[in-house]
């Protein structure tokens, strides 16, 4: 199982772009990456997965170079709403279940 | 998408006691996940339940102090037996689904917040 690490926690002020990087130096061919978000008493809730290059939805970018051995997720213009917990996974179906420390967010006014 | 219900949301229980917390989907799903997390923790995957066969326990978690059912593809119950102070956490259920990425994602539950006295 490809481990993940991320830094523990991150602050940023409202309006700015936010990049958390995950690095996953073991990653499997099949594997994909999957961000989730977890808000304080709530169960995560995905965020945005790739394989590589980049993928973009309404709430992020995922980056994610050549090698696939890292990818960064990113937040254009956080607000305080996003203040949240950011969890990085990497894996293929049941082999994606597997949280690593996550990355706290605290949006700053 | 699945959504998926937990009951109760919160209990508080005494020690050597047990509870049993449910976890619903609203559509037949072939995996269903039990994890924890303790407070200000990530979360620990205990175990995978399939329906028609038992779960399977990961490493640090054993049936007998946790045992799992799963009657069907859309209801598994997780229950946490001989309760201890240490057993407070946030249980949480998943299931994996198609969603909106091209691999399957998790869909989770709201979480079932346990405090043993």
């Known amino acids: 199982l490809a481990k993940t690490t991320q830094p523990i926690s991150m602050d940023s002020y409202e309006g700015q772009e936010v990049n958390i990087t995950c690095s996953h130096n073991?990653?499997?061919?099949?594997?994909?990456i999957t961000w989730y978000q977890q808000f304080p008493s709530q169960g995560p809730r995905f965020i945005i997965q790739?394989?590589?290059t980049k993928v973009t939805n309404e709430v992020a970018s995922l980056f994610i170079p050549a090698d696939r051995k890292s990818s960064t997720l990113s937040l254009p213009r956080v607000s305080l709403s996003d203040t949240a917990v950011y969890y990085c996974?990497?894996?293929?179906?049941?082999?994606?279940?597997?949280f690593g420390t996550g990355t706290r967010l605290t949006v700053i006014p | 998408s699945a959504v998926i219900s937990q009951k109760p949301s919160r209990d508080i229980c005494q020690r050597g006691t047990s509870l049993t917390i449910q976890c619903q989907v609203d559509?037949?799903?072939?995996?269903m996940f039990w994890y924890r997390q303790q407070p200000g923790q990530s979360l620990t995957l205990i175990a995978t339940a399939n329906q028609g066969s038992e779960a399977t326990y990961e490493s640090g978690f054993v049936i007998d102090k946790f045992p799992i059912s799963r009657p069907n593809l859309t209801f598994s119950t997780l229950t946490v037996s001989n309760m201890s102070p240490e057993d407070s956490s946030i249980y949480l259920c998943?299931?994996?689904?198609?969603?909106?990425?091209?691999?399957?994602?998790?869909?989770f539950g709201p979480g079932t917040r346990l405090t043993v006295l």
């Open positions: 790739g394989y590589k």
């Open positions: 559509s037949q799903v072939t995996m």
């Open positions: 996974l990497v894996g293929t179906g049941a082999n994606n279940l597997f």
């Open positions: 998943s299931v994996e689904d198609q969603g909106a990425g091209e691999n399957n994602e998790q869909f």
């Open positions: 073991n990653i499997a061919t099949n594997d994909y």
